[in-house]
Nanobody
Framework: QVQLVESGGGSVQAGGSLKLSCVAS????????MAWFRQAPGKEREAVAV??????????ADSAKVRFTISRDKGRGTISVDLQMNNLTPEDTAIYYC?????????????????????????WGQGTQVTVSS
């Protein structure tokens, strides 16, 4: 099993920044991608950004391009993934979830749109609230 623990959510005014962090532990040997998703009230959970834990390749949803940056670091028995969010707007208000995947080769080679597919992720954190006020 893989455990994911998020931190860093909070409240900020429009135009501000927040950094979310996620630490994966447990049986992470086969995890090759980690991502951030978000779910706003009344909406479906959507992908924000993905990073491959090996080579570091990244992929962003259109809403996150330019403003958000995903990064990763590997420790002894853990993988840490951060999401730096800048120039936040009220539309970014949501619960943000960290997720981990054991992507098959065909998914990896399929490219960004496949990496953003929620169905690829088997492991999820509990979520952290981000609230952006106008």
């Amino acid at each position: 099993q893989v455990q994911l623990v998020e931190s860093g959510g909070g409240s900020v005014q429009a135009g501000g920044s927040l950094k979310l962090s996620c630490v994966a532990s447990g049986y992470i040997a086969t995890v090759n991608a980690m991502a951030w998703f978000r779910q706003a009230p009344g909406k479906e959970r959507e992908a924000v950004a993905v990073i491959h834990t090996g080579g570091g390749a990244t992929c962003y949803a259109d809403s996150a391009k330019v403003r958000f940056t995903i990064s990763r670091d590997k420790g002894r028995g853990t993988i840490s993934v951060d999401l730096q969010m800048n120039n936040l707007t009220p539309e970014d208000t949501a619960i943000y979830y960290c997720a981990a995947a054991e992507m098959e080769v065909r998914t990896v080679t399929a490219g960004c749109s496949s990496w953003l597919n929620r169905a690829e992720y088997a492991y999820w954190g509990q979520g952290t609230q981000v609230t952006v006020s106008s």
